[in-house]
């Protein structure tokens, strides 16, 4: 079985700084495709979905770039701003960028907002419905507190896929489960919502997490969304101040080796190359 791996960056510190990144982060140094290659590779990754790191938008011309550079690359999921009046024309200007075929969704960092109905506002309302009249997909990156926004938003825009990036990140380190599972599984009862399954080690303790930490909150998004609305995603580099591509990716496997050949075909390659359209 060949694997899609729905979620990782890349990011160049001389080109354009990571100010999340703290200082004394082991992943404040540069990660490129040709350092992310063999570690996919050796995992059976063949096609990957690059996903942005900042509101900035020259980095999305810059992916999708890259895109058309590296046959690993088969997906982008970039940054426009969604409340810009001529935003429709923006994604439509995207599209005819070098490279411009690979755009597949866009991604804000909502859990950064202040506001955790933002994804209700008006004018981020209107960005929506330009992202699905484009024929792309959202992606959300939020916290617990921000789902039933997502929920309301979701139900509000049926034409519109939203794809959840990890898992909404529950508090796994804590062992705490709510909010977060009523929430997530709130946001499943919507026909057009989709899962990752990414981003698991980071939200546990760092630096002494198990399987078995991450298996209840694997174990609510496989119920909820079941195999057929799941994806993987590495999450890389991120991912590597807790664990190396190939544990995270043999962790995944860990997680849902109870599932069929065909569910695990399903999570690991179909749903990302149906949802992103790979």
């Known amino acids: 079985m060949t694997l899609v791996d729905a979620h990782h960056h890349v990011w160049d510190l001389s080109v354009r700084d990571q100010d999340w990144i703290t200082e004394d982060s082991p992943i404040r140094r540069n990660f490129t495709v040709d350092d992310l290659a063999p570690e996919a590779d050796a995992a059976g990754v063949d096609r990957t979905v690059l996903v942005q790191t900042?509101?900035?938008a020259e980095e999305t011309p810059e992916f999708l770039a890259l895109a058309a550079e590296h046959d690993l690359i088969a997906g982008v999921v970039g940054w426009t701003d969604l409340t810009r009046p001529d935003v429709a024309e923006e994604l439509a200007r995207l599209r005819e960028l070098p490279g411009g075929r690979y755009l597949k969704g866009i991604r804000h960092q909502v859990q950064g907002e202040p506001d955790p109905e933002w994804l209700l506002r008006a004018d981020v309302r209107r960005g929506l419905s330009a992202v699905a009249e484009a024929g792309l997909v959202y992606d959300l990156v939020v916290l617990?507190?921000?789902l039933p926004a997502c929920v309301k938003a979701a139900?509000?825009?049926p034409d519109l896929t939203f794809v959840l990036d990890h898992l909404g990140k529950?508090?796994?380190a804590s062992g705490e489960r709510e909010p977060w599972e009523t929430g997530v599984?709130?946001?499943?009862a919507v026909s057009n919502t989709v899962c990752k399954l990414s981003g698991m080690v980071t939200e546990a303790d760092l630096a002494s997490w198990t399987v078995d930490d991450l298996?209840?909150?694997a174990d609510v998004v496989l119920d909820a969304f079941g195999p057929e609305r799941l994806m993987f995603g590495s999450d890389w580099p991120v991912c590597t101040v807790a664990a190396t591509y190939g544990q995270v990716v043999g962790t995944a496997e860990q997680l849902t080796a109870a599932l069929s050949d065909a569910e695990q075909t399903q999570?690991?390659?179909?749903?990302?190359?149906r949802c992103y359209g790979l």
């Open 144 to 146: 617990p507190h921000q």
């Open 185 to 188: 599984r709130a946001l499943a």
């Open 170 to 172: 529950p508090p796994i």
């Open 215 to 217: 298996r209840p909150y």
């Open 267 to 273: 999570l690991f390659e179909g749903t990302a190359a």
């Open 155 to 157: 139900a509000d825009h």
């Open 54 to 56: 900042i509101t900035d």
